[in-house]
């Protein structure tokens, strides 16, 4: 997907994860900052290498900026997709 459809539809990060059968679901949705990106880093660390974690949050802090940040400062592939009321983030673990 290019820059401009990822703006125009939202859709950031690794679409290759679209596809992505997660391993675990993680609900924050009615959790606010920091409440989200704690238990993102806590379920990611409990995932092995190459699961997949699903957060669903209606934070939109949590989904724009706290958890993809996250993502790239620990070297994990993420995709994160705006549904009706709230974001699908969807986030792979490194095999190594």
Do not use: F
Not at 39 to 51: D, R
Not at 73 to 91: A, K
């Amino acid at each position: 997907m290019s820059t401009e459809a990822a703006e125009a539809t939202g859709v950031v990060g690794d679409e290759a994860l679209r596809e992505a059968h997660p391993s675990r679901v993680l609900d924050t949705r009615g959790l606010v900052c920091p409440y989200p990106a704690l238990q993102t880093t806590q379920a990611v660390a409990a995932l092995a290498p190459g699961e997949t974690l699903e957060v669903l949050t209606d934070n939109e802090p949590t989904a724009a900026k706290s958890i993809p940040l996250l993502c790239k400062d620990r070297g994990l592939r993420y995709l994160v997709i705006p549904e009706q009321s709230h974001w699908r983030i969807l986030i792979r673990k490194p095999l190594s």
